[in-house]
């Protein structure tokens, strides 16, 4: 299984950004998928996470209302839709998923993408 981010790039205070997560070597439709971030000097955040199914979907609070995470299985690819990007932000974003299928949140994940890099300048 292989996870790649991309999407990442420089913005100002109040811009937006979308982060793809392509997945090759498993059909996307029955994992759970979720969104992690790491600043410098920080450990690595939960940001949101999306249910094998779809339905189900978590955010952390600090982006709850300007982050939305969406699913194309069609196309086997993981979105996060980040808007009113501040500069407590700016992190390398990661993707992931896990084994373990028809899992409902991202509590463990087991293979995760190589990051993608977020740039917030206030």
């Known amino acids: 299984v292989q996870l790649q981010a991309y999407g990442g790039g420089s913005v100002q205070a109040g811009g937006s950004l979308r982060l793809s997560c392509a997945v090759a070597?498993?059909?996307?439709?029955?994992?759970?998928m979720g969104w992690f971030r790491q600043a410098p000097g920080k450990e690595r955040d939960f940001v949101a996470c999306?249910?094998?199914?779809?339905?189900?979907?978590y955010y952390a609070d600090s982006v709850k209302g300007r982050f939305t995470i969406s699913r194309d299985n069609a196309k086997n690819t993981m979105y996060l839709q980040m808007d009113s990007l501040q500069p407590e932000d700016a992190a390398v974003y990661y993707c992931?998923?896990?084994?373990?299928?028809?899992?409902?949140?991202?509590?463990?994940?087991?293979?995760w993408g190589q990051g993608t890099q977020v740039t917030v300048s206030s």
């Open positions: 992931a998923t896990q084994s373990n299928m028809y899992g409902d949140r991202c509590n463990v994940m087991d293979y």
């Open positions: 070597g498993r059909t996307l439709r029955a994992y759970a």
């Open positions: 999306i249910s094998a199914s779809g339905g189900t979907i």
